[in-house]
C-alpha cells in the first residue's frame, strides 16, 4: 500500500484581505498548522510559481498551488528488517545506512523502509519525532550508502535537531563526479529549491534556499574523466549534493535524475556514501566520531578504474 500526494491549486478571491501566506492555506484546506509548517519546509507550496515562505503575505489574485500527502487513517508498521547499528546507548543509535533502502515511508513507499525496520527493534521510539519518521532526524536518498544517526528519546531528538539547525553535525561524504574542477578544493555556494519541471527533483534556483557544500578532491582518473571527491555539507538540502555537482556541470557518476549516468562507466547506483559522522553527543556531551567503509558495490567500480588508469 503506498501514500500519493494530491496536488491543490487555488487563487486567493477578491474579496479576501491580505494575509500570511500559511494563514491563507489553513483558511482554504484541512490541513493542520503542522502538516503547512511541513509543506514549506519541504518546499511544496508554490506562490505565483516561486517558492514561498510562511511569512509572506498574499493578496486577491495571487496563485498557490501545493502538493501533499492526504491524511490516512494509517500507521507504520513495525517490519522485521536487518540494518546495521554501529553504535548505540540509550538516548541515539548510528545506523549504517545500505543502498537502495528508503529511510521513511512516503509517496508508494509505505513499507519496507529503515522506520518500519526501526519500529521492530525499537517499540518505544513510536512518538519519538515526526510522524512515519520515528526518531529520523536526517535522511538519505535511498541509493546513498552510509551513516545516519537515531534519536531513542524525545529530549535527545530535539536537541538533535538544534544541532543540524546550526551546523554542528559534521557530515563527510565520498562522491565520484564526471570530469574534474579546476581547484582541487573548493565551496559551492547556490540555493536550492523545488523543480518547476519535475516535482520529485530539486534545482538551483534564485529564490531557493540556502545551501553550500565544502569538497576537495581525492583522486582523479584520467583515462576515464572521473574524480574522487571528499565532500562535507553545511547545509543538507534535499539532494544537495547531487544538484550541486550537477549545477557546475560535475554530475556525480550514476546518478540518472541529474545527468551523471553514462555507459562509459558501469556504476550501479549514484556514487554517493556518507562515509563520516562527527558530533558532540548531545546528553552526554562526549564528542563521537564515526566512519563506513565504501560498499562493496562502490569499491568495486574504484578498483576497475584503478586498473584501468
Known amino acids: 500500500m503506498g501514500m500519493s500526494e494530491e496536488k491543490l491549486v487555488f487563487s486567493i478571491p477578491d474579496d479576501i484581505e ?29 506562490l505565483n510559481s516561486k517558492n514561498s515562505k510562511r511569512s509572506e503575505k498574499v493578496k486577491p489574485g495571487d496563485k498557490i498551488s501545493l502538493e501533499f500527502i ?36 512516503g509517496a508508494g513507499n509505505l513499507d519496507g523502509t529503515l522506520a518500519n525496520a526501526l519500529l521492530h527493534r525499537y517499540p518505544e521510539i513510536i512518538d519519538v519525532g515526526q510522524e512515519f519518521r520515528p526518531g529520523i532526524v536526517h535522511r538519505l536518498d535511498a541509493e546513498t550508502s552510509g551513516l545516519l544517526v537515531i534519536a531513542k528519546t524525545q529530549d535527545c531528538y530535539e536537541k538533535f535537531v ?32 523545488r523543480s518547476l519541471s519535475r516535482a520529485t527533483k530539486m534545482s538551483v534556483r ?23 571527491m571528499d565532500v562535507s555539507l553545511e547545509t543538507g538540502r534535499t539532494h544537495q549534493i547531487r544538484v550541486h555537482f550537477a549545477a557546475i556541470g560535475h554530475p556525480i557518476v550514476g546518478d540518472k535524475t541529474y545527468g551523471g549516468y553514462r555507459q562509459s562507466i ?22 563521537l566520531t564515526f566512519t563506513a567503509k565504501l560498499p562493496d558495490d562502490l569499491a568495486l567500480v574504484l578498483e576497475e578504474l584503478q586498473n584501468k588508469d
Open 18 to 46: 491580505t494575509m500570511r501566506i500559511d494563514k491563507a492555506i489553513a483558511l482554504e484546506t484541512h490541513l493542520s498548522r503542522a502538516q503547512i509548517a511541513e509543506l514549506f519546509k519541504e518546499n511544496k507550496i508554490l
Open 70 to 105: 492526504p491524511k490516512i487513517d494509517v500507521k507504520i508498521q513495525a517490519e522485521d528488517i536487518s540494518f546495521d547499528v554501529v553504535y548505540e546507548d540509550e538516548y541515539l543509535l548510528v545506523v549504517n545506512k545500505e543502498p537502495y533502502m528508503v529511510v521513511h515511508p
Open 162 to 193: 538544534e544541532l543540524f539547525t546550526t551546523h554542528e553535525v559534521d557530515r563527510r561524504y565520498v562522491a565520484l563526479i564526471w570530469g574534474r574542477l579546476n581547484t582541487k578544493f573548493g565551496i559551492i555556494d547556490a540555493p536550492i529549491g
Open 206 to 228: 534564485d529564490d531557493g534556499k540556502f545551501a553550500r557544500t565544502h569538497y576537495s578532491e581525492n583522486k582523479y582518473f584520467e583515462i576515464q574523466d572521473v574524480t574522487l
Open 266 to 287: 558501469d556504476c550501479p547506483r549514484t556514487f554517493l556514501h556518507a562515509e563520516t559522522l562527527s558530533f558532540v553527543h548531545p546528553i552526554t556531551t562526549q564528542e
